[in-house]
């Protein structure tokens, strides 16, 4: 078990002390200062790697249908580079009308942190992130949907039906993704 000190120390700004741990039972780990140097230590090594590029990635898109009419599905993104290469944040996602150009959906973007905020992928591996996308009522969708990531982008026809019934009522139809996570 660990022990914490909650800090009842106020500094100058009327502000709380972050919490710190004062000792650890033995046997139970590296303390967490430790666990923390050697994340960060490993996190600053892969932020070194290289960004994957709009030429290192093959990029597929498969949605589902979902209770509701909405649709759910995956952006599967697999490194076909002869390089290491970084795939960092949640994809963006830009449907597009028949005529080619975006459809103007809202994408939903959530702020929950996570560390570090990226996937480092091997010649061959891949990565998936989950995606919604709730209703549409608006122009018609080709099918071909621009998937976004820091360091490129690619656009793709999607697998599965092309676009959402429209929204219920009273709920502005929209998209999210998450984030990206190694699948092999």
Known sequence: MVAVDSGDQRPADGG??????????PDSGPPAGELF?????????EARVPPCGSGDLAVSVRWFRAAGGGLR???VAENVSGRVCRLGSKPGLQPLGS???PLGVDQWVTLEMRVPPFVILEPGQSASAPITWSGWSGRSASGRIVVSWQGGS????AAGPIEPGPPKRGVVGSLSSSWFTRIH
């Open 16 to 25: 709380r002390v972050p919490w710190r741990v004062t000792s650890a039972e």
């Open 99 to 101: 005529d080619g150009q």
């Open 37 to 45: 140097a050697a994340r960060s230590s490993r996190w600053q090594e």
């Open 73 to 75: 599905g995956e952006v």
């Open 154 to 157: 690619a656009t793709v026809d």
